[in-house]
């Protein structure tokens, strides 16, 4: 603490002293009391988690352990608030994690938490590393030139594994399975114009909307 004082700009440091004098003697609560002071307000450190990147050469446990302090942060919890909400916590910033990860590394990362979910924290961090390390150079990155990710999402499926023309060919008979598919609702069976879940605007009845 002494070192944190002599080390901290003298706003921070008559702080610091203030507290001390009041009755504050730990470390973690003086940071804390420290940060909710002197650090970035919620917005900003929740403008900073939602539109977080990667980083060429950070690893997943780098990434991992910031979006989490961020998060954290966002909420203002304390270590206890922490502890209990832990579950909550480690699904929020997993997603967004996937979301931060190249295309392919992120895929293989879900498909394997979808196989086996109640994976610890550390557990997480570990496989989205292996996973990133043994991913395709090619794949390295999941986004355009413009920064969204690239959409090669299988309509079937919902996954990002193969293409539309992939599952098709998969199926056998790709054109009778592409030409029996109503793009509206992406269901088989129908066409778009006779799709159940069209809604007919009032006063359109026989115009042959489009």
Do not use: M
């Not at 609560?29 to 450190?45: D, T």
């Not at 992120?106 to 979808?114: D, I, K, S």
């Not at 961090?125 to 292996?130: G, P």
């Not at 690239?150 to 992939?166: F, M, N, P, S």
């Amino acid at each position: 603490i002494t070192l944190l004082v002599n080390a901290a700009q003298p706003p921070i440091a008559a702080f610091i002293t203030e507290n001390i004098q009041a009755g504050t003697t730990t470390k973690d609560e003086i940071l804390r009391l420290v940060l909710g002071k002197f650090a970035p307000n919620s917005f900003q450190y929740y403008n900073q988690f939602s539109r977080f990147k990667l980083n060429p050469g950070q690893t997943a446990q780098e990434a991992g352990t910031e979006l989490r302090r961020l998060y954290v942060h966002f909420l203002g919890y304390t270590k206890d608030q922490e502890v209990a909400h832990e579950d909550i916590i480690r699904r929020t910033v997993t997603a967004r994690l996937l979301d931060a990860l190249p295309l392919a590394a992120a895929t293989t990362l879900r498909t394997e938490l979808l196989r086996e979910p109640a994976k610890t924290w550390d557990n997480i961090l570990q496989l989205a590393d292996h996973v990133l390390q043994v991913q395709p150079k090619s794949t390295a990155t999941s986004t355009s030139a413009t920064g969204r990710r690239e959409r090669t999402l299988c309509k079937v499926h919902g996954l990002c594994t193969h293409t539309d023309a992939q599952c098709y060919s998969q199926k056998g008979g790709s054109q009778q399975a592409n030409a029996d598919q109503c793009f509206k609702c992406y269901q088989y069976g129908h066409a778009a114009r006779d799709c159940p879940l069209a809604t007919k605007k009032p006063g359109n009845a026989g115009t042959g909307s489009g």
